[in-house]
T-cell receptor
Framework: QQQVKQSPQSLIVQKGGISIINCAYE??????FPWYQQFPGKGPALLIA?????SEKKEGRFTISFNKSAKQFSLHIMDSQPGDSATYFC?????????????FGTGTRLTIIP | NAGVTQTPKFQVLKTGQSMTLQCAQD?????MYWYRQDPGMGLRLIYY???????DKGEVPNGYNVSRLNKREFSLRLESAAPSQTSVYFC????????????FGPGTRLTVL
């Protein structure tokens, strides 16, 4: 049973455009929602994260929008650059102190074209 | 500070062979994790260790065993490899106890023929 659904599976955006990746979750006990970025041949690395008591978080060109009532959150990449080409994973963590398990989405392969 | 290291980087096994994937972290983290990554499936948790001396099953533990050798090291063993275990395996660590970020190693690409 997939608890975090991610779309689209792949995305092509022109340089300078806005990239948007969406995730939806089912379990309302999730308390932390990170996005990980993965370049080919590398392990994932934390990009940005949000807690459900905040509707938006921005770090540079990267923004998470969070809709608690709809159980959805999305990653927006403004002014997308070729260096942003990577696979992006959303994730969610259950609120259980001492248990830091993350449930990941299936990933979105983002390609930024010149 | 190397972060999370994994060995080997690549491995080819025949069905039925056994092997151990090694993982070590030098960040003094309490928690460690093993994931597998398959196309279209994202990252799935195999086993995790919340602290030295403890291990627990994740989402896909069948066919695997783990050992938390000490605080630094967390190994993953395939006793009798199957083609379905062909995957990229990632080890990760985190401070634990309410910390958020997991730090990932570079991965091991395993092919089982």
């Amino acid at each position: 049973q997939q608890q975090v659904k991610q779309s689209p599976q792949s995305l092509i955006v022109q340089k300078g455009g806005i990239s948007i990746i969406n995730c939806a979750y089912e379990n309302t006990a999730f308390d932390y929602f990170p996005w990980y970025q993965q370049f080919p041949g590398k392990g994932p690395a934390l990009l940005i994260a949000i807690r459900p008591d905040v509707s938006e978080k921005k770090e540079g060109r990267f923004t998470i929008s969070f809709n608690k009532s709809a159980k959805q959150f999305s990653l927006h990449i403004m002014d997308s650059q070729p260096g942003d080409s990577a696979t992006y994973f959303c994730a969610a963590r259950l609120a259980n102190f001492g248990n830091e398990k993350l449930t990941f989405g299936t990933g979105t392969r983002l390609t930024i074209i010149p | 500070n190397a972060g999370v290291t994994q060995t080997p980087k690549f491995q080819v096994l025949k069905t039925g062979q056994s092997m151990t994937l090694q993982c070590a972290q030098d960040m003094n983290h309490n928690s460690m994790y093993w994931y597998r990554q398959d196309p279209g499936m994202g990252l799935r948790l195999i086993y995790y260790s919340a602290s030295e001396g403890t291990t627990d099953k994740g989402e896909v533990p069948n066919g695997y065993n783990v050992s938390r050798l000490n605080k630094r090291e967390f190994s993953l063993r395939l006793e009798s490899a199957a083609p379905s275990q062909t995957s990229v395996y990632f080890c990760a660590s985190s401070e634990g106890e309410g910390s958020n970020e997991q730090f990932f190693g570079p991965g091991t690409r395993l092919t089982v023929l």
